[in-house]
């Protein structure tokens, strides 16, 4: 069983930052591949960032240069580092954990994928 909790999300001018957190628990074999997914209601939802156990990451393009995943073992967390938000940012934004060897953006969308229950980020024009 793993849980997962988010926080950091909030409204925002265009071009300002924000820092996602994700605070994990359980079976760490669940947890081998970490990442943020984001969803608007009615589309589909994006896997935005992955990082592994070994802490190589992928990103997706639309926030390639902007966004920054991290974690940190120790704290059993895992952060998102937005700057220059853009109001196609606005989502909700959700923790992921995989347990997987094979991570990339594709492996967030798993049926066995763990999420919590997300953080909702706004940026204004």
């Known amino acids: 069983q793993v849980q997962l909790q988010e926080a950091g999300g909030g409204s925002v001018q265009a071009g300002e930052s924000l820092r996602l957190s994700c605070a994990a628990s359980?079976?760490?074999?669940?947890?081998?591949?970490m990442g943020w997914f984001r969803q608007v209601p009615g589309n589909k939802r994006e896997g935005v960032a992955a990082i592994d156990i070994d802490g190589s990451t992928i990103y997706a393009a639309s926030v390639k240069g902007r966004f920054t995943i991290s974690q940190d073992n120790a704290k059993n967390s895992l952060y998102l580092q937005m700057d220059a938000l853009k109001p196609e940012d606005s989502a909700m934004y959700y923790c992921?954990?995989?347990?997987?060897?094979?991570?990339?953006?594709?492996?967030?969308?798993?049926?066995?994928?763990?999420r919590g229950p997300g953080t909702q980020v706004t940026v204004s024009s």
């Open positions: 992921v954990a995989v347990g997987s060897a094979v991570c990339g953006l594709g492996t967030l969308e798993l049926d066995f994928a763990h």
């Open positions: 359980g079976d760490i074999w669940s947890r081998q591949c």
